[in-house]
Protein backbone atom coordinates (compact mmCIF):
# COMPACT_ATOMS: atom_id res chain seq x y z
CA UNK A 1 0.00 0.00 0.00
CA UNK A 2 1.03 3.49 -1.14
CA UNK A 3 1.09 6.82 0.96
CA UNK A 4 1.32 9.86 -0.44
CA UNK A 5 2.00 13.48 0.36
CA UNK A 6 -0.28 14.98 -2.58
CA UNK A 7 2.42 18.21 -2.58
CA UNK A 8 5.23 16.02 -3.57
CA UNK A 9 7.40 16.48 -6.49
CA UNK A 10 10.69 15.04 -7.69
CA UNK A 11 13.80 17.00 -6.81
CA UNK A 12 17.28 16.02 -5.80
CA UNK A 13 18.40 12.24 -5.73
CA UNK A 14 15.78 8.83 -5.12
CA UNK A 15 16.55 8.00 -1.85
CA UNK A 16 15.05 4.71 -0.57
CA UNK A 17 14.70 4.53 2.89
CA UNK A 18 13.61 0.97 4.82
CA UNK A 19 12.55 1.00 8.40
CA UNK A 20 11.02 3.97 10.09
CA UNK A 21 11.88 4.01 13.74
CA UNK A 22 13.46 5.92 15.47
CA UNK A 23 16.84 6.45 13.01
CA UNK A 24 14.90 6.29 10.16
CA UNK A 25 12.67 9.08 11.21
CA UNK A 26 15.97 11.29 12.30
CA UNK A 27 17.65 10.50 8.08
CA UNK A 28 14.22 11.99 7.33
CA UNK A 29 14.13 15.09 8.78
CA UNK A 30 17.82 15.20 8.10
CA UNK A 31 17.67 15.04 4.73
CA UNK A 32 14.57 16.96 3.65
CA UNK A 33 16.46 20.18 3.96
CA UNK A 34 18.86 18.88 1.01
CA UNK A 35 16.07 18.52 -1.52
CA UNK A 36 16.20 14.60 -2.13
CA UNK A 37 13.30 12.87 -3.81
CA UNK A 38 12.65 10.04 -0.09
CA UNK A 39 10.51 7.21 -0.62
CA UNK A 40 9.96 5.08 2.97
CA UNK A 41 9.08 1.73 3.53
CA UNK A 42 7.73 0.05 6.72
CA UNK A 43 5.55 -2.85 7.39
CA UNK A 44 4.04 -0.37 9.84
CA UNK A 45 1.26 1.83 7.99
CA UNK A 46 1.05 3.99 11.44
CA UNK A 47 4.81 4.60 11.26
CA UNK A 48 4.61 5.64 7.48
CA UNK A 49 1.39 7.84 7.91
CA UNK A 50 3.42 9.93 11.14
CA UNK A 51 6.12 10.81 8.53
CA UNK A 52 3.83 11.07 5.15
CA UNK A 53 1.60 13.47 7.36
CA UNK A 54 4.81 15.85 8.71
CA UNK A 55 7.44 15.72 5.36
CA UNK A 56 6.75 15.62 0.96
CA UNK A 57 7.66 12.05 0.68
CA UNK A 58 5.74 8.86 -0.42
CA UNK A 59 5.55 6.11 2.05
CA UNK A 60 5.15 2.53 1.38
CA UNK A 61 3.67 -0.11 3.46
CA UNK A 62 5.10 -3.47 2.67
CA UNK A 63 8.29 -5.81 3.88
CA UNK A 64 11.50 -3.57 2.63
CA UNK A 65 12.92 -6.64 1.45
CA UNK A 66 10.62 -7.94 -1.19
CA UNK A 67 11.90 -7.10 -4.54
CA UNK A 68 8.25 -6.38 -5.74
CA UNK A 69 8.00 -3.65 -3.06
CA UNK A 70 11.18 -2.19 -3.84
CA UNK A 71 10.33 -2.16 -7.11
CA UNK A 72 7.23 -0.14 -6.21
CA UNK A 73 9.22 2.08 -4.41
CA UNK A 74 11.35 3.19 -7.11
CA UNK A 75 14.49 1.39 -6.93
CA UNK A 76 15.24 1.32 -10.69
CA UNK A 77 15.23 4.90 -10.30
CA UNK A 78 17.14 5.23 -6.63
CA UNK A 79 20.40 6.48 -6.08
CA UNK A 80 20.86 5.16 -2.66
CA UNK A 81 19.13 2.71 -0.42
CA UNK A 82 19.41 2.80 2.98
CA UNK A 83 18.13 -0.19 5.80
CA UNK A 84 17.86 0.63 8.66
CA UNK A 85 14.94 -1.43 10.61
CA UNK A 86 15.50 -3.28 13.82
CA UNK A 87 16.84 -6.28 12.20
CA UNK A 88 20.34 -6.38 11.13
CA UNK A 89 19.83 -9.67 9.10
CA UNK A 90 16.92 -7.53 7.26
CA UNK A 91 18.48 -4.45 6.49
CA UNK A 92 21.46 -6.78 4.68
CA UNK A 93 18.86 -8.76 2.92
CA UNK A 94 17.69 -5.24 1.41
CA UNK A 95 20.69 -4.31 0.51
CA UNK A 96 21.60 -7.39 -1.57
CA UNK A 97 17.70 -7.30 -3.08
CA UNK A 98 18.82 -3.62 -4.31
CA UNK A 99 21.87 -4.10 -5.16
CA UNK A 100 21.26 -7.36 -7.54
CA UNK A 101 18.27 -5.65 -9.12
CA UNK A 102 19.44 -1.91 -9.46
CA UNK A 103 22.47 0.28 -9.43
CA UNK A 104 21.90 2.38 -6.30
CA UNK A 105 24.39 2.43 -3.69
CA UNK A 106 23.50 0.50 -0.59
CA UNK A 107 23.62 1.56 3.01
CA UNK A 108 22.52 -1.01 6.54
CA UNK A 109 23.11 -1.02 10.04
CA UNK A 110 24.16 -3.15 11.80
CA UNK A 111 24.00 -3.71 15.28
CA UNK A 112 25.10 -7.28 16.40
CA UNK A 113 28.74 -7.30 17.65
CA UNK A 114 29.81 -10.49 15.22
CA UNK A 115 28.65 -8.85 12.15
CA UNK A 116 30.02 -5.48 12.85
CA UNK A 117 33.67 -6.98 13.57
CA UNK A 118 32.95 -8.68 9.81
CA UNK A 119 32.17 -5.71 8.56
CA UNK A 120 34.77 -4.80 5.57
CA UNK A 121 34.25 -8.37 4.50
CA UNK A 122 30.55 -8.26 4.82
CA UNK A 123 30.91 -4.44 2.38
CA UNK A 124 33.11 -6.34 -0.28
CA UNK A 125 30.92 -9.32 -0.88
CA UNK A 126 27.58 -7.46 -0.38
CA UNK A 127 28.77 -4.66 -2.27
CA UNK A 128 27.66 -1.90 0.89
CA UNK A 129 28.75 1.00 0.56
CA UNK A 130 28.35 1.38 4.18
CA UNK A 131 27.94 -0.63 7.32
CA UNK A 132 26.96 1.70 10.03
CA UNK A 133 26.78 0.39 13.69
CA UNK A 134 24.94 2.92 15.89
CA UNK A 135 25.85 1.16 19.47
CA UNK A 136 29.60 1.51 18.18
CA UNK A 137 30.05 5.07 17.00
CA UNK A 138 28.52 6.11 20.12
CA UNK A 139 30.63 4.29 22.21
CA UNK A 140 33.30 5.99 20.35
CA UNK A 141 32.37 9.33 21.37
CA UNK A 142 32.07 8.54 24.70
CA UNK A 143 35.33 6.98 24.98
CA UNK A 144 37.00 10.58 23.36
CA UNK A 145 35.61 12.32 25.80
CA UNK A 146 36.88 10.02 28.43
CA UNK A 147 39.92 10.40 27.49
CA UNK A 148 39.61 14.37 27.76
CA UNK A 149 37.06 14.73 30.22
CA UNK A 150 37.01 18.23 29.91
CA UNK A 151 35.27 18.29 27.14
CA UNK A 152 31.67 18.46 26.26
CA UNK A 153 32.20 16.29 23.06
CA UNK A 154 35.54 15.54 20.73
CA UNK A 155 34.87 14.96 16.81
CA UNK A 156 37.96 13.63 14.90
CA UNK A 157 39.22 15.03 11.70
CA UNK A 158 41.91 15.11 8.94
CA UNK A 159 42.02 11.32 9.54
CA UNK A 160 42.57 11.41 13.23
CA UNK A 161 45.21 14.38 13.40
CA UNK A 162 42.64 17.23 14.43
CA UNK A 163 39.88 17.41 16.90
CA UNK A 164 36.86 19.71 17.51
CA UNK A 165 36.54 19.85 21.34
CA UNK A 166 33.49 21.29 22.75
CA UNK A 167 33.58 22.48 26.38
CA UNK A 168 32.11 25.63 28.54
CA UNK A 169 34.02 28.16 30.01
CA UNK A 170 33.58 28.51 33.79
CA UNK A 171 33.54 31.52 35.81
CA UNK A 172 37.17 33.25 36.41
CA UNK A 173 39.05 30.95 33.18
CA UNK A 174 41.64 32.81 31.49
CA UNK A 175 39.66 33.21 28.41
CA UNK A 176 36.97 35.13 29.84
CA UNK A 177 37.02 38.51 28.85
CA UNK A 178 39.23 38.30 26.25
CA UNK A 179 38.85 39.58 22.56
CA UNK A 180 39.32 35.73 20.05
CA UNK A 181 41.53 38.13 18.25
CA UNK A 182 43.55 38.76 21.49
CA UNK A 183 44.71 34.92 21.78
CA UNK A 184 47.50 34.66 19.51
CA UNK A 185 49.40 37.52 21.57
CA UNK A 186 49.03 35.20 24.16
CA UNK A 187 50.35 32.27 22.66
CA UNK A 188 47.24 30.28 21.73
CA UNK A 189 47.20 31.17 18.38
CA UNK A 190 47.33 26.96 17.82
CA UNK A 191 43.43 27.03 18.00
CA UNK A 192 40.94 28.52 16.56
CA UNK A 193 37.32 29.34 18.32
CA UNK A 194 34.81 28.34 15.26
CA UNK A 195 31.66 28.59 17.25
CA UNK A 196 29.83 30.12 20.32
CA UNK A 197 26.72 29.14 22.05
CA UNK A 198 25.42 31.89 24.79
CA UNK A 199 22.43 31.79 25.70
CA UNK A 200 20.57 29.88 23.67
CA UNK A 201 22.18 31.36 20.42
CA UNK A 202 24.62 29.78 18.52
CA UNK A 203 27.26 32.43 16.45
CA UNK A 204 30.36 31.79 14.37
CA UNK A 205 32.59 34.07 15.71
CA UNK A 206 34.78 37.28 14.28
CA UNK A 207 37.52 38.53 15.63
CA UNK A 208 35.96 40.86 17.90
CA UNK A 209 33.92 38.65 19.72
CA UNK A 210 34.54 38.53 24.04
CA UNK A 211 34.41 35.09 25.23
CA UNK A 212 32.40 35.20 28.80
CA UNK A 213 31.73 32.83 31.49
CA UNK A 214 29.29 30.16 31.23
CA UNK A 215 30.02 30.13 26.92
CA UNK A 216 30.09 27.17 25.35
CA UNK A 217 32.84 27.55 22.58
CA UNK A 218 33.83 24.56 19.91
CA UNK A 219 37.40 25.15 18.75
CA UNK A 220 39.81 23.02 16.51
CA UNK A 221 43.05 22.32 16.87
CA UNK A 222 45.53 19.62 15.61
CA UNK A 223 45.37 17.17 18.66
CA UNK A 224 48.59 17.90 20.13
CA UNK A 225 47.78 21.26 20.42
CA UNK A 226 44.05 20.90 21.34
CA UNK A 227 46.23 19.26 24.48
CA UNK A 228 48.65 22.21 24.75
CA UNK A 229 45.96 24.94 24.56
CA UNK A 230 43.60 22.87 27.66
CA UNK A 231 47.00 23.00 29.40
CA UNK A 232 47.55 26.46 29.16
CA UNK A 233 43.75 27.78 29.93
CA UNK A 234 43.31 25.83 32.95
CA UNK A 235 41.57 22.88 32.12
CA UNK A 236 41.99 18.92 32.86
CA UNK A 237 43.26 16.70 30.24
CA UNK A 238 44.47 13.68 31.74
CA UNK A 239 41.65 10.97 30.87
CA UNK A 240 39.72 9.75 33.69
CA UNK A 241 41.31 6.34 35.75
CA UNK A 242 38.04 4.54 36.07
CA UNK A 243 34.58 4.58 34.90
CA UNK A 244 30.94 3.65 36.27
CA UNK A 245 28.64 2.16 33.13
CA UNK A 246 24.75 1.88 34.31
CA UNK A 247 23.67 -0.48 31.90
CA UNK A 248 25.15 -3.49 30.06
CA UNK A 249 23.90 -3.16 26.82
CA UNK A 250 25.51 -3.56 23.70
CA UNK A 251 26.92 0.33 23.93
CA UNK A 252 28.22 -0.77 27.30
CA UNK A 253 30.03 -3.78 25.40
CA UNK A 254 31.81 -1.45 22.88
CA UNK A 255 32.80 1.57 24.97
CA UNK A 256 34.05 -1.07 28.07
CA UNK A 257 36.48 -3.29 25.52
CA UNK A 258 37.69 1.04 25.06
CA UNK A 259 38.46 1.71 27.80
CA UNK A 260 39.70 -1.59 28.99
CA UNK A 261 42.44 -1.41 26.39
CA UNK A 262 43.60 2.17 27.08
CA UNK A 263 44.23 1.30 30.34
CA UNK A 264 40.95 2.37 32.38
CA UNK A 265 39.33 0.63 34.71
CA UNK A 266 35.44 -0.34 34.55
CA UNK A 267 32.75 -1.38 36.24
CA UNK A 268 29.28 -2.48 34.77
CA UNK A 269 25.81 -2.68 36.44
CA UNK A 270 23.37 -4.93 34.96
CA UNK A 271 20.25 -6.04 36.27
CA UNK A 272 19.91 -8.94 33.47
CA UNK A 273 21.72 -11.88 35.40
CA UNK A 274 21.99 -13.67 31.83
CA UNK A 275 23.58 -10.69 30.08
CA UNK A 276 26.10 -10.41 33.54
CA UNK A 277 27.19 -13.34 32.85
CA UNK A 278 27.78 -12.87 28.61
CA UNK A 279 29.61 -9.57 29.69
CA UNK A 280 31.83 -11.05 32.06
CA UNK A 281 32.79 -14.02 29.84
CA UNK A 282 33.25 -11.33 27.21
CA UNK A 283 35.61 -8.30 29.24
CA UNK A 284 37.07 -10.93 31.67
CA UNK A 285 39.18 -7.40 32.73
CA UNK A 286 35.70 -5.91 33.76
CA UNK A 287 33.75 -5.94 37.27
CA UNK A 288 30.06 -6.48 36.29
CA UNK A 289 28.00 -6.66 38.93
CA UNK A 290 24.12 -7.68 38.84
CA UNK A 291 21.68 -5.42 40.19
CA UNK A 292 19.36 -2.43 39.43
CA UNK A 293 21.56 0.90 38.66
CA UNK A 294 18.32 2.89 40.49
CA UNK A 295 19.20 1.55 43.55
CA UNK A 296 20.87 4.07 45.45
CA UNK A 297 22.44 1.58 48.65
CA UNK A 298 23.50 -0.61 45.24
CA UNK A 299 25.24 2.41 43.67
CA UNK A 300 27.07 3.74 47.04
CA UNK A 301 28.44 0.16 47.45
CA UNK A 302 29.49 -0.06 43.98
CA UNK A 303 31.54 3.68 44.70
CA UNK A 304 30.13 6.22 42.73
CA UNK A 305 31.00 8.90 44.63
CA UNK A 306 34.30 8.71 44.41
CA UNK A 307 34.33 7.38 40.45
CA UNK A 308 36.07 9.42 38.32
CA UNK A 309 33.54 9.20 35.36
CA UNK A 310 29.37 7.57 35.66
CA UNK A 311 28.13 6.52 32.51
CA UNK A 312 24.06 6.13 32.25
CA UNK A 313 23.89 3.73 29.28
CA UNK A 314 20.20 2.08 30.09
CA UNK A 315 17.90 1.78 27.23
CA UNK A 316 15.30 4.11 29.05
CA UNK A 317 16.20 7.70 28.53
CA UNK A 318 14.07 8.90 31.55
CA UNK A 319 16.13 6.63 33.96
CA UNK A 320 19.57 7.81 32.28
CA UNK A 321 18.61 11.36 32.91
CA UNK A 322 17.94 10.44 36.91
CA UNK A 323 20.84 8.63 37.51
CA UNK A 324 23.26 11.20 36.14
CA UNK A 325 21.20 13.87 38.49
CA UNK A 326 21.64 11.72 41.30
CA UNK A 327 25.35 11.11 40.04
CA UNK A 328 25.87 14.89 40.24
CA UNK A 329 24.15 15.24 43.70
CA UNK A 330 27.09 12.84 45.23
CA UNK A 331 29.97 12.98 43.35
CA UNK A 332 32.63 14.70 41.51
CA UNK A 333 32.74 12.15 38.60
CA UNK A 334 32.48 13.11 34.51
CA UNK A 335 29.52 12.54 33.90
CA UNK A 336 27.84 11.07 30.37
CA UNK A 337 24.35 10.57 29.34
CA UNK A 338 23.00 8.73 26.45
CA UNK A 339 19.60 9.63 25.06
CA UNK A 340 17.75 7.55 22.43
CA UNK A 341 14.66 10.34 22.23
CA UNK A 342 15.48 13.38 20.36
CA UNK A 343 12.57 14.97 20.82
CA UNK A 344 12.97 17.24 23.65
CA UNK A 345 16.69 17.69 23.58
CA UNK A 346 16.58 21.39 24.05
CA UNK A 347 14.75 20.98 27.44
CA UNK A 348 16.95 17.95 28.35
CA UNK A 349 20.27 19.97 27.63
CA UNK A 350 19.00 22.82 30.07
CA UNK A 351 19.34 20.14 32.88
CA UNK A 352 23.12 20.44 33.12
CA UNK A 353 23.53 16.54 32.25
CA UNK A 354 26.86 16.50 31.65
CA UNK A 355 27.97 15.34 27.80
CA UNK A 356 24.77 14.24 25.85
CA UNK A 357 25.24 11.53 23.32
CA UNK A 358 22.70 10.85 20.43
CA UNK A 359 23.45 7.68 18.82
CA UNK A 360 20.88 8.25 16.55
CA UNK A 361 22.12 11.55 15.59
CA UNK A 362 25.98 10.16 15.51
CA UNK A 363 24.23 7.44 13.04
CA UNK A 364 22.54 10.02 10.89
CA UNK A 365 25.37 11.99 11.06
CA UNK A 366 27.73 9.75 8.88
CA UNK A 367 24.87 8.51 6.43
CA UNK A 368 23.51 12.10 5.60
CA UNK A 369 27.41 12.82 5.03
CA UNK A 370 27.73 10.18 2.45
CA UNK A 371 25.00 11.28 0.98
CA UNK A 372 26.07 14.71 0.26
CA UNK A 373 29.14 13.29 -1.42
CA UNK A 374 26.97 11.21 -3.47
CA UNK A 375 24.91 13.96 -4.55
CA UNK A 376 27.91 16.47 -5.05
CA UNK A 377 30.08 17.01 -8.02
CA UNK A 378 33.11 14.74 -8.45
CA UNK A 379 35.54 17.35 -8.17
CA UNK A 380 34.25 17.84 -4.19
CA UNK A 381 33.62 15.01 -1.77
CA UNK A 382 32.64 15.36 1.76
CA UNK A 383 35.01 13.21 3.83
CA UNK A 384 33.41 13.99 7.63
CA UNK A 385 30.32 15.59 8.66
CA UNK A 386 29.33 16.56 12.38
CA UNK A 387 26.52 18.90 13.67
CA UNK A 388 26.95 20.41 16.72
CA UNK A 389 24.98 22.65 18.86
CA UNK A 390 21.56 20.66 18.54
CA UNK A 391 22.11 20.84 15.03
CA UNK A 392 22.56 24.21 14.72
CA UNK A 393 26.31 23.97 13.71
CA UNK A 394 27.86 21.83 10.85
CA UNK A 395 31.44 21.12 11.04
CA UNK A 396 32.23 19.62 7.42
CA UNK A 397 35.48 18.15 5.83
CA UNK A 398 36.06 18.19 2.11
CA UNK A 399 38.39 16.58 0.13
CA UNK A 400 38.82 19.42 -2.28
CA UNK A 401 39.21 18.51 -6.46
CA UNK A 402 40.95 20.71 -9.06
CA UNK A 403 38.95 23.80 -10.63
CA UNK A 404 37.12 24.98 -7.57
CA UNK A 405 36.68 28.18 -6.98
CA UNK A 406 38.87 28.11 -3.17
CA UNK A 407 41.75 26.77 -4.79
CA UNK A 408 44.84 29.34 -5.73
CA UNK A 409 43.70 31.95 -3.70
CA UNK A 410 44.74 33.52 -0.53
CA UNK A 411 41.68 33.51 2.13
CA UNK A 412 41.75 36.46 2.75
CA UNK A 413 40.75 37.44 -0.92
CA UNK A 414 37.71 34.70 -0.72
CA UNK A 415 33.83 35.97 -0.61
CA UNK A 416 32.74 33.84 2.22
CA UNK A 417 28.90 33.40 2.82
CA UNK A 418 28.19 35.41 6.00
CA UNK A 419 28.73 32.70 8.92
CA UNK A 420 31.12 30.79 7.79
CA UNK A 421 34.25 29.78 8.70
CA UNK A 422 37.25 27.97 7.32
CA UNK A 423 38.88 26.86 10.19
CA UNK A 424 41.40 23.98 9.09
CA UNK A 425 43.76 22.63 6.17
CA UNK A 426 45.16 19.24 5.72
CA UNK A 427 47.55 19.33 3.57
CA UNK A 428 49.52 15.98 2.30
CA UNK A 429 49.23 15.67 6.59
CA UNK A 430 50.22 18.85 8.01
CA UNK A 431 47.43 20.96 10.12
CA UNK A 432 46.99 24.17 9.36
CA UNK A 433 44.71 26.28 11.71
CA UNK A 434 44.76 29.23 8.55
CA UNK A 435 45.55 32.75 8.42
CA UNK A 436 44.09 35.32 5.77
CA UNK A 437 47.71 34.37 3.56
CA UNK A 438 47.53 30.46 3.66
CA UNK A 439 45.95 29.27 0.24
CA UNK A 440 43.99 25.70 -0.30
CA UNK A 441 45.65 23.74 -3.17
CA UNK A 442 43.91 20.57 -5.33
CA UNK A 443 43.86 17.55 -2.75
CA UNK A 444 44.32 19.36 0.77
CA UNK A 445 41.12 18.50 2.91
CA UNK A 446 39.30 21.50 4.41
CA UNK A 447 37.14 21.85 7.20
CA UNK A 448 33.80 24.31 7.25
CA UNK A 449 32.06 25.64 9.84
CA UNK A 450 28.50 27.15 9.40
CA UNK A 451 25.24 27.24 10.53
CA UNK A 452 23.97 26.95 7.32
CA UNK A 453 22.49 23.56 6.09
CA UNK A 454 23.01 21.33 2.81
CA UNK A 455 26.54 22.26 2.06
CA UNK A 456 27.20 20.09 -0.30
CA UNK A 457 30.44 21.32 -1.89
CA UNK A 458 33.67 23.34 -1.70
CA UNK A 459 32.20 25.91 -3.62
CA UNK A 460 29.12 26.29 -1.59
CA UNK A 461 30.90 28.49 1.24
CA UNK A 462 31.30 31.15 -1.28
CA UNK A 463 28.76 34.18 -1.91
Do not use: W
Not at 21 to 45: C, F, M, W, Y
Not at 123 to 129: D, I, M, T, V, Y
Not at 180 to 193: A, H, P
Amino acid sequence: MKIKNEKRKARGLHIIIVGCGKVGSTLVERLIPDNHDITVIDQRASSIQQLTDRFDIIGIVGNGASFSVQREAGVDQADVLIAVTESDELNLLCCVVAKRSAQCDVIARVRTPEYSAEADYLKEKLGLAMIINPDQQAANAIARILYMPTALSVNVFAGGQADMIRLKLPEGNVLTGKKIMDLGSERLSDVLICAVERDGEVVIPDGSFVLQAGDVIAFIAQIRNGRNFLKKTGFRTHQVRDTILLGGGRCAYYLARYLLEAGISVKIVEKDGKRCEELSNLLPQAIVINGDASNADLLGEVGIETAQSVVALTGIDEENILLTMYAREISNAKLITKVNRISFHQVIENLDLGSLIFPKYITSEAIVAYVRARAAQMHSDIETLVQLFSDRVEAIEFLVGEDTGVTGIPLAELRLRDQMLITCINHRGRIIIPRGQDVIRPGDTVIIVTTHTGINKIDDVLV
